[in-house]
């Protein structure tokens, strides 16, 4: 009988709860030290953070003629927060996604806002099984880099997927449940729960303080791969193609964690550092969530546990009620003001608080060390939405801030208005260019953007 | 072909929204059907079709003007007609129900319509008559988080919900159950590994005894007031405002716990009455005592009382004002629990029959009585004994240690027969026994060894998805019966939403399961096992939408009495609702009005409704005047509301859509909003939506839709009973599009009742859909209209629905791809 009688998690780790920010890393940059003396410059790390329903862009940003400007002095309500990072990011602005439109299909323009954003595809109206979208611009980077680091990219979130078969017009909630597909028909789900984000990037360590139990059982669990692939292989063999391709899902996923595994087993001797580990479920706050939610974020970037992360603030068609601004309505609602004045004001209230709680991913980026410059030096994370005037579902000039200076390849402190109807993934391809993936066209991509 | 009331609601149709419930007001006239008979499509169409749409239709649908994307004009001639059965049938109903021509235009004579009906109905029929019966096919599914909470249970004893950790399963049709929907993403497949590892170590060894009791969990109300920073270390459990404590705690071991709680409570002495001389200043001090009497004496003595599963493990006193309770510090109780999830509850019950539970309240937000905290702490005198689940998997009954060479195989054969829901070869047991060589071999134990074993069943395909294998013999198109083993996985998850257990194994190893008795037998046996609560918590919870209560947070300024705990009482109302009209096996049609409900003391206050006390649900006869059936619950009435107010439009909705199979398309772009701040002030909600009958192209939807929602307008956005909606009374009457008027619910659920076939019809697809994990096509028309038929036949007995939906061909048999 296994003897092995170490001390639950729980009185090791400090629980502190959920409202407490991860302690700044210097504490546990040594222990990943291996990995990051390998590194000989620093990688360039790539983040979306997406917020749904519009926004109201006269409190936005004020596009100016075509081409580039210093940002203003003052900043419109919305951008307001953000204003101590000024020399960090740019606005972008003209760019559209033609995805997002009708094109005669029926009425879906958030489930298409969600499903095209990063894709630059038109997703297919369907609330069935056929959906499909396109690759997303954050997986064709995980393809190309990710097996560089141990995830090849996170998907994270604050809220959890809607229940219910349509969940916009006739599209299937699968479109609006994420804005990552790493297939035109495999969407990627998002971790919501900041416990299970930190358990994944820290806790799958094995606990046996016995090396040579560790190791056996690594054994065993490739032996345990091993098996269920070639029983899925066999399988397959004798299952009528939409079941063959059900089980293709499965044996990706099975190879995909194999890789990780090997990659984590390079980092696996070193005892797991000494973090606070949040608390299950989700916080009640909900900049208590997002918060902590950065964090990780950063941590992710700073350990190079992956170089690629998509994070939704709240899903497309999101109707959560944001108290703490001071709202009581729900969001999707108020969207759909008409020219209230008053409802106006209350998403503007939302759109600047979401920005609020975007002020402190910057906060963290740039002050976290990295190597020669901040995290958010050698990054692009880009904040926008799908949608820009929510009230009548708008595919152009979406709202686009970009920040970070991608290791030098970006100058910020700008505003950029592109010519109208110039396709986001034009932006897509050329911050896939400063990753150093090679790709001719991404989606409805004409060309790149000067940035 | 049966005579029947309605046409069939298009099946294929519930990808695309229809317009109307199949035939609902149907007008006189299908007698006019027999005309029809005998007749080739064809023929009837020039004859009875083709010059009403010639009349009635082509000034608007034609090739110029395209109105709604159609244009009549190529069919005219007789073409196409075969290729477009579904249109016909959009045709007929609105041409029923009277939407079409637009009102205003030149109307057709009802018996023209009719016959148009009837060319439909026949013509569809025909064309679906002409294909091989075809039960369709349903993909692979693999167990979605619920039935891989359950199957793991079964399977092993283990208890915890591990698959709470993993995404959440997408919806198809309505249902997280759908195959073609549920995916196998890299994160879903970490997490299924991760999950592997924990169980498999958890059902062979048991979780890991700590060297020393500890706190377990710290349970805190959220939103507690009194807690400052405290909370931020709790385990946050629902917010009561009556001040309890309430949820379940998952005990790794079977082994003794200390429960440890404090009380709060914050009663104020009352005050000084008005001209009651005061104190001297110099007057000598109240002796402590006295002091202490005086304080305890201000205020009634009021029990506290903490049950786990509903047995009281604690019960006190508590007496006196402001910190006297408080002092008297931790009620500690030391019990001896089984190991798994347990319900506990620690509360005042008194405090349930105050009316309105802000009487509980201080003006701070403080609550005045309250639950401060629960602590669990253990094990004590853990027993050292294998856990449970191990005589699960260790069948051969020998001691840890004491394994011989046999165990190998007969334990895992065992196992896998049952993961994989089916016999094992040898060539798979070989598998698995070799991974138990493997360890032995590396110097790890036998137990070692099959703990690998369980972790390698529970991520192989064969059990993560349920398959159903084609024989290779047969050409594509035959359609052929299940194996006796899928019937089982499949009735086994149909009614409990987990594996088939060893009866249902049994008949199946002994190929009986599928004789008409036996199954007959097994039905009625599984609807009355207690798993059957699978149908309330997974099928009824989906198909009334109620998972969205959760999200559903009325405004706490306008409805300040609905905490988190009347949400869960209203959805417990439901469900114990749902689960007695199973239980007894009542009609379907009971659901919309049968007079009867479950409350509690809290819920009942919440309705008006007196003579119902404490904290437990009982059964509570009702007269229907207000409340009966589903419709009128706070539940329903809830999640079918905004936060801050009624939608007659969004409960009609609910109502077409859930109730009668019938929802109504998405608004078009570029509507007027509703003016929320006149709504209720300036102008009646029901004035401003009349707004919907003025424009001739708005009422075609919204004259089905409003009224509905309408007779519902006296239940406010949490359910509560009102009068008035601000100043205006409510007119809660309503007239349908064929002129049928009503006032009130109850009326309301007269004429739901009577539309029975379109009840039953809707809630058998829905349940067929469910059972089956597909969307239903076109070809399953005729499996649903054997269903309702049989259905009204027994009385619509909710186990005549099963009974039938299982005996169904879609469920009986598959169609290779």
Redesign the interface.
Known sequence: ??S?????R??VLK??????ALPFLDAMVPAFARAAQVRAASPTRMAFVYVPNGIVMDEWAVPGLDGTFPLPTDFPRILQPAAAYRDQFSILSGLMQDGGRAHGD??GDHARAGASYLTSAHPKE??????QAGVSVDQVAAQHIGHHTRFPSL?LGCE??L???NCD??Y???YS?TISW?TPS??????T?PR?VF??MFG?TDLDPDPARRA?RA???Q???D??L???KT?QG??????RR??D??L???R??EK?IVKAEQDADVAPPDLTRP???VP?SFIAHAQLMFDLMTVAFQTDMTRVITFMIALELG?K?YEEAGV???HH?LT???G?A??IEKITRINRFHVEQFTHLLERLSTTNDGDGTLLDHSMVVYGAGISDGN??HHHDLPTLLAGRAGGRITQGRHTSYPAETPMANLFVTMLDHMGVEVETLGDSTGRVTL | MEERNSPATLLAGM???LLIAAGLWLSAGLSNQASAQGEPPDAAFAEHVGPLLADYCVSCHNDALLTADLSFEPFLAGDGLLENAELWQRVAERLQAGQMPPRGRPQPADDAKAQVAAWANRFSDGTAASDEPNPG?V??R?LNRTEYNNTVRSLLGVHGRPAD?F??D???????N????L????????KL??A??QIS?DAV?GP????EP?QLAHYMA??SHDADGSL?????LPYSMRGALYGSHLFPWTAEYELRFRVANYRQRAPRPEGAPRRPRDAPPIPPGDFLEEMRLAAPPVPVVATLDGQVFDRAIIEGVNAFGYERGEFVTRLAVEAGEHDFRVSYPHIADIVDPRENMLPDGRRVMYIDYLDIIGPFAASPA?PASYDEIFICRHE??GHNESCAGDIVTNLARRAYRRPVDAHEVG?LTG?IA??QE????F??GV??AV??VL????F??R?E??P?TLSNDDAHLLTDHELASRLSYFLWADMPDEELFRLADAGRLGRPQVLDAQVRRMLADPRSTALVDTFAE?WL?L??LD?T?P???LFPAVDDELRAAMRRETDLFLGAVIREDRSLLDLIDAPFTFLNGPLAHHYGITGVTGEAFQRVPLDGTQRSGLLTQASILTVSS???RTSPVLRGKWVLQNLLGAPP?????GI??L???AVGTSVSLRTQLEAHRANASCAVCHDQIDPMGFGLERYDATGGWRTHDGPFEIDDSGTLPDGTTFRGSLELKGILRSESDAFTQNLAEKLLTYALGR?LESYDTTAIDTIVQRVADADHRFSSLVLWVVDSQPFRMRR??
């Open positions: 009988m296994n092995s009688r170490h001390l639950p729980r009185s629980g502190l709860g959920a409202t407490l029926g009425p369907t609330a069935g099984a056929d959906i998907e959890e997927g229940y219910g078969g017009g006739r299937s909630c699968a449940n790493r495999a969407p990627m789900p998002q971790e729960s299970a358990e994944r799958g056996r054994t065993y669990n032996s345990v791969l098996l269920v070639e029983q899925a399988l004798s299952l009528g193609a939409t079941d059900k089980l899902e499965y990706f996923s099975v995909d964690i990780r608390r299950p479920g009640q109707n009620v009581s309505e729900a609602g759909h003001h008409r209230d008053g409802k009548r579902h | 990808r695309l929204t096919r993909t692979a693999r950790e995404p959440a997408d919806s198809g049709y309505g249902f997280d759908n195959g073609d929907v995916s196998v993403s890299p994160l879903l497949m970490e590994i991760t592997a590892q170590r060894f890991t005894l700590p060297d500890f959220r939103r931020d270390s709790a385990d946050t294998p840890p240690g598998q991974l493997q360890a590396a110097g790890d134990s137990e070692e703990r690998v972790q390698a991520l192989s395909p064969h993560l998805f398959i294998r084609d290779v989906q939408q998972r969205n999200r947070k405004d706490p300024t905004y936060p801050t398309p998405d608004p078009p772009a007027p909003p003016d929320e701040a969307g290779p791809e």
